[in-house]
């Protein structure tokens, strides 16, 4: 592989690959076939309100006022995914939705960033000119829009959403997931939780690409279908994955097999060795 940066051109060897890119990049690279949606699901900005009195709002006009902002084209739909009457409780933080939302490249990426802030924008504008609201702040801002689904790779085996929702144990399982089916759209998003006592695995034959050898992938670029991604893609659950995925490549690297003929023992075996929980 090769890397150029300011001033750098590096050739990178080594026995085994994981692309953790979340955007399937390497795997693209390298040619294995992806899967992706034709509509893919709504980004968001993560930020906080402060400089108003919840108690002391007049509500019911806010929320009047918010629908005639739709209607008029001051507003758009997104700009506050849970309504505005939520979005004011919570003071922001997860309340928008950017349609669209890419981080597959860099220009698509830098779009995603420009439609978060110009929604986030048209947002504190819109409050500022509510009774009460008038001294409204942006009292924090993640750095950049949060993007929930682009590519994840056509895997020996992909994990299906009946799979995940039942909880579904593979001989082969190298790590848990835990999060609701979460699939955001221009509705917004109603998280369809898990029974009690379910909790999902991930195989490791989801992080290999089909005829590939000496490559694997963790987190959102997971093999699944849509549903299922849309819970296994959570910090938590990649986390358990590039462990896993770590563990697998250090151990084929070693003996010179493919991390799929890796003993499912000895990969569970290192992962506990470094404080990591398996099936």
């Not at 300011?6 to 795997?27: E, P, V, W, Y």
């Not at 507003?75 to 506050?80: I, V, W």
């Not at 950017?98 to 830098?110: I, L, Q, Y």
């Not at 034959?205 to 819970?231: E, I």
Request: negative net charge; proline residues 4%.
């Amino acid at each position: 592989m090769e890397t150029i940066g300011k001033g750098t051109h590096s050739r990178i060897r080594c026995k085994q690959l994981i692309d953790c890119t979340g955007n399937a990049f390497a795997a693209s690279l390298a040619g294995y076939e992806l899967l992706r949606e034709k509509e893919t699901q709504p980004g968001s900005l993560i930020f906080r309100l402060e400089g108003y009195d919840l108690e002391s709002l007049d509500l019911n006009r806010i929320r009047e006022q918010y629908e005639r902002a739709l209607q008029s084209g001051e507003l758009k739909q997104g700009d506050a995914s849970v309504g505005i009457i939520h979005m004011l409780r919570q003071r922001g933080d997860n309340a928008q939705h950017v349609f669209g939302a890419d981080s597959s490249t860099a220009e698509r990426h830098s779009m995603t960033n420009i439609d978060g802030r110009a929604s986030l924008l048209r947002m504190l504008r819109f409050l500022r000119k509510m009774p009460g609201c008038e001294k409204t702040y942006l009292a924090s801002m993640q750095t950049e829009t949060g993007v929930r689904e682009t590519y994840r790779i056509d895997a020996v085996y992909n994990i299906s959403h009946s799979d995940y929702i039942t909880g579904k144990t593979f001989d082969d399982a190298i790590s848990y997931s835990y999060y609701p089916i979460d699939v955001h759209d221009e509705n917004g998003v109603i998280p369809k939780h898990l029974d009690d006592e379910i909790v999902p695995t991930i195989p490791m034959r989801s992080l290999v690409p089909k005829t590939s050898r000496n490559f694997m992938v963790a987190g959102r670029c997971v093999g699944s279908d849509r549903l299922a991604n849309s819970a296994l893609r959570v910090q938590a659950s990649s986390m358990g994955m590039g462990q896993a995925a770590g563990a697998a490549a250090a151990l084929a690297s070693q003996n010179n097999i493919t991390p799929i003929e890796v003993p499912m023992d000895d990969i569970k075996s290192l992962v506990r060795e470094h404080g990591g929980i398996v099936p």
